[in-house]
């Protein structure tokens, strides 16, 4: 039986969808489809967590991210460019199939949500991007980092939405 899936528009849908895909077995092909489309858009494969240079990646943000002030971070431009904006609303959907799929890749996705925040500014996106990072930053012991960039989330996403 083929099932006919409709275009999902929330986050909420996305992660609905994906777990019924996951029951169905097609959670793989969603990954699949995304990572060729991110491929189209010039992006690279993902590295797992245990990716020696993903984890060199990571301490250079982070290194980055600290000399960074908050002041900065919150006052970034707020980036209309098509292809930044359709490339970090993949990553973000993405990311919420890898919970389910392949945990493992969620690093290198927050990692460039980061990198193309910080390069071409602020995108509705931008939020999760941070949000993923900390959630990385926790998990690697990094717990008072991770929280500081927990903290954007809702300040970006109103700045954005005003």
């Known amino acids: 039986m083929t099932s ?14 994906a777990r019924s ?8 092909n969603l990954m699949e489809s995304s990572m060729k489309t991110l491929a ?7 590295r797992e967590i ?25 006052n970034l431009h707020e980036n209309k460019a098509k292809k930044i904006v359709i490339t970090m609303k993949i990553w ?13 890749l969620i690093g290198d ?4 949500m980061v990198d193309l925040t910080m390069t071409n500014g602020l995108v ?8 993923y990072h900390g959630l990385n930053l926790v998990a690697t012991g990094s717990v008072k ?9 809702p300040f970006i996403s109103f700045l954005i939405m005003k």
């Open 124 to 131: 509705s996106s931008s939020p999760l991007a941070f949000t």
């Open 40 to 46: 189209k858009l010039g992006e690279q494969p993902l």
């Open 109 to 112: 996705v927050s990692l460039r």
């Open 21 to 28: 895909l996951h029951h169905e077995g097609l959670l793989k």
């Open 50 to 74: 245990s990716d020696k240079t993903l984890q060199a990646d990571m301490m250079t943000m982070n290194e980055m991210m600290r000399s960074t002030p908050d002041d900065y971070i919150l």
């Open 145 to 153: 980092e991770g929280c500081r960039f927990g903290r954007y989330h």
């Open 4 to 17: 006919r899936l409709k275009p999902i528009n929330t986050r909420a849908g996305l992660a609905v969808a």
């Open 92 to 104: 973000s959907d993405l990311c919420l199939v890898l919970h389910l799929a392949k945990p493992s």
